[in-house]
């Protein structure tokens, strides 16, 4: 089992910048694939970065040259710098983890085994 906790959210203007972290506890391994996923109001969820087990990044078109994700195994947490925040970014950013035995699921959200509560993220224009 894995427990996640999202932090970092807030509110900003756009253009600004947040920090979301996303700790890692329990049977927690460095070989989990990871990402972030964000859900607005009225939309379905979608994957925003993906953290491949080798150190891969992968991101959405949307985000691209904007957020970065990154990982600090010795703290179990991953992170999710964004910056040049726009109002369409604004949504609920959800941290996820696959299981340890399964290539990574990439984008295929229902493949992810551990999903934490969510951070809100608010930008207005």
């Known amino acids: 089992q894995v427990h996640l906790v999202e932090t970092g959210g807030g509110s900003v203007q756009a253009g600004g910048s947040l920090k979301l972290s996303c700790a890692a506890s329990?049977?927690?391994?460095?070989?989990?694939?990871m990402g972030w996923f964000r859900q607005a109001p009225g939309k379905e969820r979608e994957g925003v970065a993906v953290?491949?087990?080798?150190?891969?990044?992968k991101y959405a078109d949307s985000v691209k040259g904007r957020f970065t994700i990154s990982k600090d195994n010795a703290k179990n947490t991953l992170y999710l710098q964004m910056n040049s925040l726009k109002p369409e970014d604004t949504a609920m950013y959800f941290c996820?983890?696959?299981?340890?035995?399964?290539?990574?699921?990439?984008?295929?959200?229902?493949?992810?085994?551990?999903w934490g509560q969510g951070t809100q993220v608010t930008v207005s224009s």
């Open positions: 996820a983890a696959a299981d340890p035995s399964l290539f990574c699921p990439m984008w295929a959200e229902t493949e992810y085994a551990y």
């Open positions: 329990g049977d927690t391994s460095e070989t989990y694939c």
């Open positions: 953290r491949e087990s080798d150190g891969t990044n």
